[in-house]
């Protein structure tokens, strides 16, 4: 019964490559969104979508397209690998406005290691 | 205006001390302060939550205060366990944003 699952959960690969990450929630939520945590631990926003439209998209180079097929599942696509872009990569989900005032709570899936040599 | 600064960076306490983590931000219009526990290999969790509506929430062993005119809040863990050991990350956000900027995060150990 996962509640937000990431397929894979390591991906290690060649600088210059493309790869995808998978993202899918079973909680029935609106929002889903990407974060980049660091080596220092520090975890950033990528983006953000409710119900498949893109609401956040921070200061991310254009070689990561996220993509919503539908509200239960958002990917991310990166094209031309960087060294930089080794991190770990976590999707995260979280009810719409109208539910609760816990609205805001986001359920994180396992993280993606991405490794790129 | 966007950055929650958060500190100390790494904590050690004894087992049944009481650990304090503290977080500053600059944006007055941030009106939910979560705060998340992350464990070595896993995505964080929401441990608890609060607005600036109250200046203190308590779950468990776990506190956080809230300090509207200093713009600072913090989270206390009473009787820490070796089991609490893990990085501790505040976060701030406006509602309508949908957006938690979160801190540096702090790793916490709790020594047996």
């Known amino acids: 019964d996962t509640a937000v699952s990431q397929t894979p959960k390591y991906l290690v690969t060649q600088m210059g490559n493309d790869k995808s990450i998978k993202c899918e929630q079973n909680?029935?939520?609106?929002?889903m969104y990407w974060y980049k945590q660091d080596s220092k631990k520090f975890l950033k926003i990528m983006f953000s979508y409710n119900n498949k439209e893109l609401i956040i998209n921070e200061t991310v180079p254009n070689r990561f397209s996220p993509k919503s097929p539908d509200k239960a599942h958002l990917n991310l696509h990166i094209n031309s690998l960087e060294l930089g872009d080794s991190a770990v990569y976590f999707c995260?989900?979280?009810?719409?406005?109208?539910?609760?005032?816990?609205?805001?709570?986001?359920?994180f899936g396992p993280g993606t290691r991405l490794t790129v040599l | 205006q966007q950055q929650v600064k958060q500190s100390p960076q790494s904590l050690i306490v004894q087992k049944g001390g009481i650990s304090i983590i503290n977080c500053a931000y600059e944006?007055?219009?941030?009106?939910?302060f979560p705060w998340y526990q992350q464990f070595p290999g896993k995505g964080p969790a929401l441990l608890i939550a609060i607005r600036p509506d109250v200046s203190e929430k308590k779950e468990g062993r776990f506190t956080i205060s809230f300090n509207k005119s200093a713009k600072q809040f913090s989270l206390h863990i009473m009787d820490s366990q070796p089991g609490d050991s893990a990085t501790y990350f505040c976060a701030a956000s406006i509602d309508s944003s949908y957006k938690l900027i979160f801190g540096s995060g702090t790793r916490l150990l709790v020594r047996p």
């Open positions: 944006n007055t219009a941030f009106d939910y």
């Open positions: 995260a989900s979280s009810q719409g406005p109208e539910r609760s005032w816990s609205y805001n709570e986001q359920f």
């Open positions: 909680l029935g939520h609106d929002t």
